[in-house]
C-alpha cells in the first residue's frame, strides 16, 4: 500500500450507516449527506445506499453526485450567478444566505426549485468557535427575518445550520428556538432544513432522546418534511491516515520528518488546532519522545510531540487514526507534494 493514503475501513462506515438509517426509520425524517466533509468517489457509493440524498455548495460538487438519482439541497453563503441557475434546475430544495441573495435569485429559481432561507437563531451554546455559525455571516439574523417574513413570496423552507460538536440538548436548544419564534410562519412551510453538527455516532450522543424530541416536533407540525444534513459523523471512526518516516534529527527530543504535511495533506489540523490521535503511542512519559513534522519548507510543519514505546527508525510507518473527516477534502499541492492516495479495506 502507497504512502501517504487515507485508508477508509467499509465494515465501520457500514456500522454507522445502519445508524442512520435506523434514526430515519423511527423519526420519518430525511438525511443528506454533505460532501464537504469527506468526498471520494468510492465513499460516495457506499454512503448513497443508506442516504435520502445529498447537500451541496456548488457545481463542482454537483458533478460527483450527477450520477445518483437522489434528494439534492443546494446552499452556499453565496452563489455564482453563472451556476445558480443549474444549481436550481437539479436541486429539490434550495436556500439563499441573505436577504441580497434572495433579491437577486428567488424570483428565477423558484421555477425549478423549492426555496428557503438559511437563518442565524444566534444561538448561545458553548461549541468550538471555529465551527459555530452562530457567530458567524453565515444566515439571515433571526430578528431581521422575523420583522419582514411577509414579503417573501414563495418562500417554503427554512435552514438553520446552528450546531458544531453537539449531543441531543443543543438540538433541543435549537427546536425551542423554532417553536417559540416562527409560530406564525411554521404553518405556511412545507421543510425545515436542519443542518448537522450532531455526534451522531459519537458513543455518548443519545439517540433515543433525539428520536423523542423529533416526535414530539412533528406532532405540533406534521405537515413539515424535515432534513437533517451530517457530514463527519457519517465517517467517525472509519478511517485513518498513513504515512512513512522519511528522516529522524538528532536533537534533545529528535525531530522526525514524516513524508506528509499539516501544509499539504492535513490541512484541518491546522484550521482546527487539532493534534491527531496516533495508533499504538503512550499516554504516559516514556524514553521515545518525538516530535513529529512535515516535509515541506514552513518552519511551523509541526505536528507534534509523541511518546512511543519504541524507538522510531526510518521507514516506520505512522498512522493518525480517525482522520477522514475535512482532512481529504482539503488536500492541496503546497510546495509540490502530491495527493495522497485513497483506500478501502
Known amino acids: 500500500m502507497s504512502s501517504p493514503t487515507f485508508i477508509l475501513e467499509q465494515q465501520k462506515l457500514q456500522e454507522n450507516l445502519k445508524h442512520f438509517e435506523y434514526i430515519a426509520k423511527e423519526t420519518d425524517t430525511q438525511w443528506l449527506y454533505t460532501l464537504k466533509a469527506f468526498d471520494a468517489p468510492q465513499g460516495l457509493d457506499i454512503i448513497s445506499q443508506s442516504f435520502d440524498g445529498f447537500s451541496i455548495g456548488n457545481s463542482n460538487e454537483l458533478k460527483k453526485i450527477d450520477s445518483y438519482p437522489?434528494?439534492?439541497?443546494?446552499?452556499?453563503?453565496?452563489?455564482?450567478?453563472?451556476?445558480?441557475?443549474?444549481?436550481?434546475?437539479?436541486?429539490?430544495t434550495m436556500s439563499f444566505n441573505s436577504l441580497t441573495q434572495w433579491k437577486h435569485y428567488a424570483?428565477?429559481?423558484?421555477?425549478?426549485?423549492?426555496?428557503?432561507?438559511?437563518?442565524?437563531?444566534?444561538?448561545s451554546i458553548e461549541q468550538p468557535q471555529?465551527?459555530?455559525?452562530?457567530l458567524s455571516r453565515l444566515g439571515i439574523n433571526y430578528k431581521i427575518f422575523l420583522e419582514q417574513y411577509d414579503s417573501f413570496e414563495n418562500l417554503e423552507g427554512l435552514h438553520f445550520h446552528a450546531l458544531c460538536n453537539q449531543n441531543v440538548n443543543a438540538l433541543d436548544t435549537l427546536l425551542h428556538h423554532i417553536e417559540r419564534n416562527y409560530q406564525a410562519l411554521l404553518p405556511k412551510l412545507k421543510w425545515i432544513n436542519l443542518?448537522?453538527?450532531?455526534?451522531?455516532?459519537?458513543?455518548?450522543?443519545?439517540?433515543?432522546?433525539?428520536?423523542?424530541?423529533?416526535?414530539?416536533?412533528?406532532?405540533?407540525?406534521?405537515?413539515?418534511a424535515l432534513y437533517f444534513e451530517p457530514g463527519t459523523s457519517v465517517i467517525e471512526?472509519?478511517?485513518?491516515?498513513?504515512?512513512?518516516?522519511l528522516d529522524i534529527i538528532d536533537a534533545k527530543i529528535p525531530i522526525v520528518i514524516l513524508n506528509t504535511s499539516i501544509e499539504a495533506h492535513l490541512l484541518d489540523v491546522a484550521i482546527t488546532k487539532q493534534k491527531p490521535k496516533i495508533k499504538g503511542i503512550s499516554q504516559t512519559k516514556t524514553a521515545y519522545e518525538y516530535e513529529l513534522t512535515g516535509m515541506s519548507?514552513?518552519?511551523?510543519?509541526?505536528?507534534?510531540?509523541?511518546?512511543?514505546?519504541?524507538?522510531?527508525?526510518?521507514?516506520?510507518?505512522i498512522i493518525f487514526e480517525n482522520m477522514l473527516g475535512y482532512?481529504?477534502?482539503?488536500?492541496t499541492s503546497f510546495n509540490g507534494l502530491k495527493e495522497a492516495g485513497f483506500k478501502i479495506v
Request: proline share 4%; hydrophobic share 30%.
Open 70 to 92: 437522489k434528494h439534492i439541497h443546494s446552499y452556499a453563503p453565496a452563489f455564482y450567478d453563472d451556476e445558480v441557475k443549474t444549481l436550481a434546475q437539479q436541486s429539490h
Open 107 to 123: 424570483k428565477e429559481c423558484n421555477t425549478y426549485t423549492s426555496l428557503g432561507l438559511r437563518i442565524n437563531p444566534k444561538l
Open 130 to 134: 471555529y465551527c459555530d455559525s452562530n
Open 195 to 224: 443542518g448537522g453538527g450532531q455526534n451522531f455516532t459519537h458513543q455518548d450522543y443519545d439517540t433515543e432522546a433525539f428520536i423523542i424530541r423529533i416526535h414530539t416536533f412533528k406532532k405540533k407540525y406534521p405537515h413539515l
Open 237 to 245: 471512526h472509519c478511517g485513518y491516515f498513513k504515512c512513512t518516516v
Open 297 to 317: 519548507c514552513i518552519a511551523g510543519d509541526v505536528i507534534g510531540r509523541y511518546q512511543f514505546v519504541e524507538p522510531l527508525k526510518v521507514g516506520d510507518e
Open 327 to 331: 482532512a481529504w477534502v482539503k488536500q
